[in-house]
């Protein structure tokens, strides 16, 4: 990763010195005024458990009960889990759109999503979002898709076929307990559809403006009446996007993925899940580069990264009875990138065991245990380099987790925490405690309290990463250079949330959640004493500054989500976030840079208003009008994007999407943030079309 905000003369603001330390006591009132309005006003919302046979009643009632699994690694009704969820449903995914999970995410309130340019986004959850975000996991079918050596996803290559999603379970704010130190901030968890329920064929293509096609072809059936299976293969091209200037900016990308999932009853008590895919493409990006130290000569170039990669998964699931299950679950993925500034290669291998167990009539136990290893081999450039260039690292971990009913149906609390000892991170106990009170079957108000790590990644302990480079005052030149740390300390999160879900009457649901997180030990750059690279040639001057922990702070905020019912043909879903960040350096920090960005990087509010109308038989029409806030640090200014499709259903098996993307501009920046790998790009007002055939 190469720091274009750090170019020129501006590394120079990293030698100031900042003598605010003090955690910002005016967030915490913010904080509880916040907890204390909402308390007010949902203690007076109507509790009434009257039954209705309305249809837009049966539809709300649908949505509060959804079956999840990410909160507790056991299956739960959405309107009982006390945490802060937000459920994407095939549905929504249909009404959507949109053709990239990153889209689908902009409807979840509490999550930031900007695209950089055509192959790159930043995604997080409650702040500290850029490029390789790490305070936010990201699972597939259970397996983890961030990368060790930065802690953040590669959201070019999760490009999962929509058709075959059930559903993305979000959860804002730390799951560290069940899923470990790199769910500080949230957990993504995109889940498939068993293969008993893709059966048959099915075709599915588009193209439209910037050169947009795409194209997914499947199959499934059944073997011997107990396995099911699914292949599938998609592939698309996208031809870029305009950079800063409106000019080419050559990230034009394509990726081709094919896959296999098979479900198998092997027995009464047990079932086997195999799963795997293979992935290959190219794309596009303009970098900033070092091209030479002596003389120095820095600029942008023009960079193809060749990606690839792959996974196989296999889980077991065994049923001893009705109040007690296990299950074990094996994968391996590796994946390749040589470009655009480091090439890189990594191998994980992970196994988890877990056992879910009712004791009596008031506890419901689960624990289990897992050991994560990868092995990685960079290749370093003249812009970075990792030392040593390749490098095994492991994960231990064991969690344990009691929901305790202390009123059947009404008061459950939970408690729960994880253990983990990893190559950088060290030991670390991550607990956390949970209650939700549901006074009916209509209303649900929750409050936790979590205590997370965040275990640094190779980026800080082992990478260096020349900045920039200029002539000296006598005339040597100077490289000023980020240095990886071996040691920097894990960061550490104590959080406390609340909130309600419920439904307002017949016609209305709605879900708001409150926070105050405190952070410490977070990452900062420290400039350190000049010295001469004299056994390199050329000989230069270097400017050290090296990743420590010299940051502290807190954020705040209300995430509010909410389902309407005008009519029985029209559903509305509006949003709303407000984010607060208040983050202070150490007294002997020189660090001028990181928290300015930091707190300038992330809207302080977001807005989203969907809307799904359905006209006559088989055509519905669904538009998406998404607000975020300036970005004061990059600078970025405001901007709402709005969205549409028109879908045409021909029969259960054919339909027709005309969509549309960002209608109200024909270009807007939604990042351009200084410490990312790639420069940014202008989003464009798009359509295309789409066919979708089952057969």
């Known amino acids: 990763m190469q720091c274009r905000f750090l170019k020129g003369s501006s590394f120079q603001r990293l030698s100031r010195i900042s003598v605010d330390a003090r955690v910002s006591f005016r967030a915490v009132r913010r904080f509880r005024i916040i907890a204390e309005i909402v308390f007010i006003v ?133 799951g560290a307990t069940m899923w470990g130190s790199n769910a500080v901030n949230g957990i993504i968890n995109i889940i498939t559809k068993a293969a008993s329920t893709t059966k048959g064929g099915l075709v599915a293509g588009g193209g439209g403006f910037e050169d947009r096609v795409s194209g997914t072809a499947q199959y499934g059936s059944e073997i011997g009446g107990n396995t099911n299976y699914r292949l599938f293969a998609n592939y698309f091209n996208y031809g870029g996007l305009p950079s800063l200037t409106l000019q080419n900016g050559m990230d034009a990308w394509h990726l081709f993925r094919s896959g296999l999932r098979v479900d198998q009853k092997l027995s009464q008590t047990d079932t086997l899940t195999a799963e795997g895919d293979i992935y290959s493409g190219k794309e596009g990006s303009v970098i900033q580069h070092i091209y030479s130290i002596d003389p120095p000569v820095t600029g942008d170039a023009n960079r193809l990264a060749r990606v690839s990669g792959g996974h196989i998964l296999a889980r077991w699931d065994h049923v001893f009875s009705a109040r007690n299950d296990t299950a074990l679950q094996v994968y391996f993925d590796k994946y390749n990138r040589a470009g655009p500034e480091l090439g890189e290669a990594a191998r994980n291998i992970d196994i988890e065991f877990q056992q879910h167990k009712v004791l009596g009539e008031k506890h419901d136990l689960i624990w289990g245990a897992g050991l994560r290893g990868t092995s990685d081999d960079t290749e370093a450039t003249i812009d970075l380099g990792f030392s040593p260039g390749d490098r095994v690292t492991y994960l231990l971990n064991s969690f344990v987790q009691d929901e305790i009913t202390l009123r059947p149906d009404r008061l459950r609390l939970t408690f729960g925490t994880k253990v983990e000892h990893s190559t950088f991170g060290g030991f670390h106990v991550e607990p956390s405690a949970r209650i939700a009170w549901t006074p009916n079957a209509r209303h649900t108000f929750w409050a936790s309290a979590s205590s997370v790590s965040g275990s640094p990644n190779r980026r800080n302990i082992d990478c260096d990463i020349n900045l920039t480079t200029f002539l000296g005052p006598d005339g040597i030149p100077i490289v000023p250079t980020l240095l990886g740390n071996p040691h920097e300390k894990s960061e550490g999160l104590i959080a406390f949330e609340g909130g309600y879900r419920g439904q307002l009457g017949r016609r209305v649901s709605f879900d708001v959640a409150s926070f105050g997180n405190f952070y410490r030990d977070l990452a900062s750059m420290e400039s350190g004493t000049p010295y001469a690279a004299s056994t390199l040639a050329p000989s230069y001057n270097v400017l050290p500054i090296r990743w420590d922990n010299k940051i502290r702070g807190m954020s705040d905020g209300v995430e509010i989500a909410a389902s309407l019912k005008p009519a029985t043909f029209w559903t509305l879903s509006p949003g709303y976030t407000l984010l607060q960040l208040d983050l202070h350096t150490d007294p002997t920090s020189q660090d001028a840079v990181t928290v300015p960005n930091t707190e300038g990087s992330n809207p302080r509010h977001q807005a989203q208003l969907r809307s799904h109308v359905t006209l006559t038989r088989g055509l519905s029409w669904d538009t998406s009008a998404f607000f975020v806030g300036p970005l004061p640090a990059q600078p970025t200014p405001s901007y709402t994007r709005v969205d549409s499709q028109l879908t045409w259903g021909l029969g259960e098996r054919l339909r027709i999407s005309l969509v549309s993307q960002n209608l109200l501009r024909d270009h807007h920046v939604e990042s351009n943030d200084g410490f990312t790998t790639v420069n940014s790009s202008e989003m464009k007002r798009t359509a295309h079309a789409k066919i979708t055939w089952q057969f």
């Open 42 to 174: 949902l203690c007076g919302l109507p509790t009434s458990d009257a039954q209705t046979t309305d249809l837009t009643q049966k539809s709300l009632e649908d949505l509060m009960n959804i079956n999840v699994t990410s909160a507790s690694k056991k299956e739960q009704k959405v309107s009982q889990v006390a945490a802060a969820m937000f459920v994407i449903t095939d549905e929504d995914i249909r009404r959507s759109g949109a053709s990239n999970i990153p889209d689908l995410l902009r409807m979840v309130p509490g999550l930031d999503v900007a695209q950089i340019n055509a192959s790159t986004w930043a995604i997080s959850a409650r702040g500290f979002n850029h490029q390789k975000a790490d305070k936010l996991l990201v699972l597939i079918d259970g397996r983890s898709v961030l990368t060790m050596i930065y802690g953040g996803v590669f959201w070019d290559t999760q490009d999962v076929p929509l058709e075959d999603i059930d559903r993305i379970e979000v959860i804002r704010g730390p």
